[in-house]
């Protein structure tokens, strides 16, 4: 066999899935994939003649008149019914609405002459060339309103300037430097994988290439892109570690797991066979001795699959309680609505802990394991509570998914101390971290003492292409020069008219007309505002007779379902939607996302322009992603999110290639150059970033939670953080910024010595302190000062404590404890406003203007509207009659009551959702973003459950710990008393409550008893996934009922016997 064959037979061989989970015969598997190939030629035409668009005869532009859109519905042939029996089995979904049926949205080539009229009328004829110059010639934007005008071209000149860019420009501003990556030197491996492109090998530092794998101990030695055989060494210690095999329990030959595991994975996600990748990892030396290890691939590799057999074994087999670590609430419920089959089958629990949801500590179970699905910062809680309560060793293995996150100001200090904590505890938990984007693996190797496996793999080849002006530019993995690697791939040339060329100089509509509606493509924009602009724009210029009629009658199911669902159908998704387009950030509730991307999976709706947010939250894969700007928000991108984005192309079962297009302005050539050949972007350790708060809260739970009681100790466990770890690098004397914060703590009475000093004058440091006199043994004299040794013992105050126990810092802890006692003293109980402005306090920053800051005129309005018992709590702040003629006069909100006045513009608005206004009616009201809204809901739900926490720590708010729990449940319910038990499933808001209630199930027993599709029958707009997972929710909770039930007749059996012995 030639090295030619042999090379491409290993490229086909690590492609592949490599253990099948089937005993079945594949032929007719292959068969299915050979009418899914498809050929770069369908989308880029091999000479200039033949455009995509040659036989298409585009009608004039949809009017706007609603009649066409939702008037008589194309009734379903039979032949249509037939083709949706061929789905894969990797889609439980029998439709997206109830009884609508969808057909395969992966591109099948038929045979000639098997096209049904349907199908010729609906798609482009690409062979003829008869009016490929007239596609966008026909359309006239004049007809355009005033307002539609400045909604489409809103923003445009932000991120456009064609005329400026072509190729050369870039090559002259990235020429920089020819860059030199350590692959090319001695990594052959890895130029031998087609499959990889340049930007995949990049200078990093942290993903490597081939298979790779080291222990901590060898990465502590030498750097992990030190030249090395890794074919050869990778895994020459598994003989030996072979004959000393570990003594894992196992129930089953799927690695240890029962042969049922198998089959579930088949049924739930359709997945046959793990990919050789997979095997290869979960039969490490690390996981086999339960060591810590980290694993990096490329986005789309199969990450997650590892991490849930891994957490199966943990449950099934060792019979221990694992905690999973997810960066969003969303992917925290998709994971908990995922997972709820298997417990149900396999007999653990599924708990979520996000925000309100989950009780600290858990319940203590005998018979059943539970898998805790929690955020980064409710993980934490949960942590703590086991700890406080010393339980610790109930928790099995951690899993933590976007591991790099730990780098992220904010709530990577937060994760940062959860690890570090965890670690410090030493009680036998395996800490398994994945992700795609980490340039400094091995200092996340040294804190956490972990192993690192690495593999350059896709399932799909990636092509990566870099658009100049009219130009696009193929990135080439094995260039050795600026002309190697960027290679002039084709000029794009779609005849725009002067209208259209104005509206889209950057051809995006030709762009995706290229691959949708046939394939499903990503357009990440830079802002909110920039989604809808280009999801309009779109709407405006895509060809009507391809879009339009793409999957009509679902689209106005869609349509109807978001607008009964929740509660109102976005003006701009009523433009865009009727030609599949839609737009997705955070502005819209978590419904309306749920609903688009859904019908995103099943190809109703083909385009969605997002934010970066969806690259990293949502599994949504595409066959082509178009990145309109190389910027998120007003930053440039990092290498790292642009992997994160271009990773969502070419997904498994999409076609043999994914595709990515960035589109660079000639101002921004320089800066794309330079972040394509940077080393990927470094975790960096930010506990000492914002005046060290992430380090205060982490000394702070040590000592609450006892782990630490003297400077030695706490020199020993900050000495365990990333932090410590990169000390050095980041110039940060850590031993210092802890000195300064034990002043701090003693100085705001946050800490207290517990033994008398002097027994511990010997290595006594240099921290002297002001103390109250009453709580020290300080010396003589007027100064009061106060010596702390090493190993001086000390603990948290009342107030500390607290701080410790809400899981904030001790500076917002104080600033609450004040609000709390001025409230006490003259606290209205009318309604609920006043509590709900010390929630409101609780987030505040110094302005009140966080998530949104008030509007004067609104604000006004409102107040005026006001009976005059409602505004006694504006009275008491100091708002008069005079502030009022003020804000009326200046329409804006300043002066010294400027914080009060937008925390209270909050306190409104969650009144009105207290008193179950729909969510569509507060967010016009008062001029904010549903989803917005709802972000400022969920907010103010951790903010309550964190002040019922604090209340217990402290005797002198005993009356307002109940107060809170009311807020709390009314707030995470925004439901009627009859509607509460049903508001209970995760998902589950007050439009599909009432649908459930008026449907005849009245409570989680009710919808336990039902099957799925009974379900989908009985319900209006509810798909079968929908409904799938909503039984399967309403089980567990029966399930954790029944648990508790058990452990209550446990505890009296035991009582008994007790009793009758004595």
Not at 440 to 460: C, H, K, M, Q, W
Not at 511 to 536: D, G, M, Q, T, W
Not at 586 to 612: H, N, P, Q
Request: hydrophobic fraction near 40%; charge should be negative; aromatic fraction near 6%.
């Amino acid at each position: 066999m030639s090295n030619q064959q042999s090379k491409n037979n290993g490229q086909n061989i690590s492609n592949k899935r490599a253990l099948n989970l089937t005993e079945e015969q594949h032929g007719s598997q292959e068969e299915n994939h050979a009418k899914r190939q498809c050929t770069e030629g369908l989308f880029w035409p091999d000479s200039d003649d033949e455009s995509f668009f040659s036989n298409a005869k585009l009608e004039d532009l949809l009017s706007g008149q609603k009649g066409e859109l939702f008037g008589t519905q194309a009734q379903t042939s039979s032949s249509t019914r037939n083709n949706n029996n061929m789905m894969q089995s990797a889609v439980a979904d029998d439709g997206l609405f109830g009884d609508t049926s969808f057909p395969d949205t992966t591109l099948k080539l038929e045979h000639a002459g098997t096209r049904t009229p349907a199908d010729q009328n609906s798609r482009i004829d690409l062979s003829g060339d008869a009016d490929a110059d007239e596609v966008f010639k026909k359309i006239n934007l004049n007809d355009l309103s005033v307002a539609e005008m400045e909604d489409i071209f809103h923003g445009a000149e932000d991120f456009s300037e064609p005329l400026m860019q072509n190729t050369q420009l870039f090559l002259d501003a990235v020429a920089f430097k020819v860059p030199r990556s350590p692959e090319k030197l001695h990594l052959s491996s890895a130029k031998d994988d087609e499959s990889m492109s340049f930007i995949s090998k990049s200078v990093l530092e942290g993903i490597v290439q081939g298979t790779q794998y080291e222990t901590c101990e060898e990465l502590k030695n030498r750097s992990i892109l030190d030249p090395v055989n890794w074919e050869s060494q990778a895994f020459a210690d598994f003989e030996r570690d072979n004959q000393a095999r570990d003594n894992f329990p196992s129930k089953g030959e799927f690695y240890g797991l029962p042969d049922k595991v198998k089959k579930m994975i088949l049924e739930h996600k359709g997945i046959k066979s793990l990919y050789e990748w997979q095997d290869e990892c979960l039969n490490l030396p690390a996981i086999r001795q339960r060591k810590n290890l980290i694993y990096a691939l490329p986005t789309s590799g199969g990450k997650t699959l590892v991490a849930e057999i891994l957490m199966l074994r943990e449950l099934l087999c060792r019979e221990r309680n694992v905690l999973f670590i997810l960066p969003y609430v969303s992917i925290v419920q998709e994971k908990v609505s995922a997972m709820s089959p298997f417990a149900i089958d396999l007999d653990f629990i599924v708990e979520e802990y996000t925000a309100g949801k989950g009780k600290c500590p858990p319940q203590p179970r005998r018979k059943r394991r539970s898998l805790f699905i929690a955020s980064i910062e409710k993980g934490a809680v949960l942590m703590d509570s086991l700890i406080d309560v010393q339980r610790p060793h109930e928790i099995g293995l951690v899993v933590v998914d976007e591991l790099h996150l730990i780098g992220e100001r904010g709530r990577g200090a937060t994760l940062e101390a959860f690890l570090t904590k965890v670690m410090f505890l030493n009680a036998n938990i395996q800490i398994v971290g994945m992700s795609a984007t980490i340039g400094n693996l091995s200092e996340i190797s040294a804190f956490l003492n972990a192993d690192v496996y690495t593999r350059g793999f896709r399932p799909v080849e990636l092509k990566e292409y870099i658009k100049c002006g009219s130009d696009l530019l193929e990135i080439n993995a094995a260039g050795q020069t600026l002309e190697e690697i960027f290679v002039p791939s084709r000029s794009v040339n779609y005849s725009y008219s002067e209208a259209v060329k104005k509206a889209d100089p950057d051809h995006l509509a030709g762009l995706i007309s290229e691959c949708a509606p046939e394939h499903c493509c990503l357009v990440f924009c830079p802002s909110r505002k920039n989604c809808e602009n280009v999801a309009l724009l779109l709407s405006r210029i895509v060809p009507k007779q391809k879009f339009f009629e793409h999957r009509r009658s679902e689209k106005v199911d869609l349509m109807d379902a978001l607008d009964k669902m929740c509660g109102i159908l976005s003006p701009v998704l009523a433009k865009t939607l009727p030609y599949g387009i839609a737009y997705h950030h955070s502005g819209l509730t978590t419904d309306e996302r749920k609903y688009i991307e859904t019908a995103y999976r099943f190809g109703v709706v083909t385009v969605i322009c997002c934010t970066s947010t969806l690259a990293a939250g949502v599994n949504l894969p595409a066959k082509r992603v178009i990145i309109r700007a190389p910027y998120v928000g007003q930053e440039f991108m990092t290498l790292c999110k642009y992997k994160q984005m271009v990773g969502r192309a070419g997904r498994a079962g999409l076609g043999e290639a994914g595709e990515s297009i960035l589109i660079a302005q000639s101002k921004d050539n320089l800066q794309v150059g330079q972040m394509l050949f940077s080393p990927m972007d470094k975790a960096l350790s930010s506990l000492d970033q914002q005046e060290a708060v992430g380090l205060q809260s982490l000394i702070l739970s040590v000592i609450g939670l006892n782990l630490a009681e003297c400077r030695r100790d706490l020199n020993r466990l900050v000495n365990s953080t990333l932090l410590s770890v990169q000390a050095s690098a980041l110039d940060v004397a850590v031993d210092e910024i802890v000195l300064r914060i034990l002043r701090e703590m003693f100085k705001n009475k946050v800490l207290q010595v517990t033994e008398p000093l002097g027994k511990s004058k010997v290595n006594c440091s240099e921290i002297i302190t002001t103390q109250d006199v009453n709580q020290t043994t300080a010396r003589s004299g007027g100064d009061r000062r106060l010596l702390i040794g090493q190993s001086t013992r000390f603990k948290l105050t009342n107030i500390g404590r607290a701080a410790f126990k809400a899981g904030i810092d001790y500076k917002r802890a104080s600033a609450i404890h004040k609000e709390l006692r001025q409230a006490q003293q003259q606290l209205i109980l009318t309604h609920y406003s006043h509590l709900l402005y010390l929630i409101v306090c609780f987030n505040s920053n110094e302005r009140g203007d966080e998530l949104f800051p008030a509007d004067a005129s609104i604000l006004f309005q409102v107040y005026t509207s006001l009976p005059t018992d409602s505004q006694a709590l504006f009275k008491q702040l100091g708002f008069t009659e005079a502030h009022a003629a003020r804000l009326f006069k200046n329409q804006s909100v300043q002066g010294p009551l400027s914080l009060q006045l937008n925390r209270m513009y909050k306190v409104l608005i969650l009144s009105d959702i207290l008193d179950l206004m729909p969510l569509p009616n507060v967010a016009s009201k008062y001029n904010v973003e549903r989803g917005t809204l709802q972000h400022l809901i969920s907010q103010s739900i951790a903010a309550s459950s964190a002040i019922v926490r604090l209340c217990e720590e402290l005797e002198e708010f005993w009356c307002y710990k109940p107060l809170f729990e009311r807020i709390l449940h009314k707030m995470d319910r925004c439901g009627t008393l009859e509607l509460e038990p049903l508001m209970e499933l995760p998902g589950v808001k007050i439009n599909r409550a009432k649908q459930l209630y008026a449907a005849g199930f009245r409570s989680i027993e009710d919808l336990a008893k039902i099957r799925p599709i009974l379900l989908v029958q009985s319900v209006e707009h509810m798909p079968l996934r929908v409904a799938t997972e909503i039984v399967s929710a309403a089980k567990i909770i029966l399930m954790k009922k029944l648990d508790h039930l058990e452990e209550e007749t446990e505890n009296l059996k035991i009582c008994l016997q007790s009793s009758n012995k004595d």
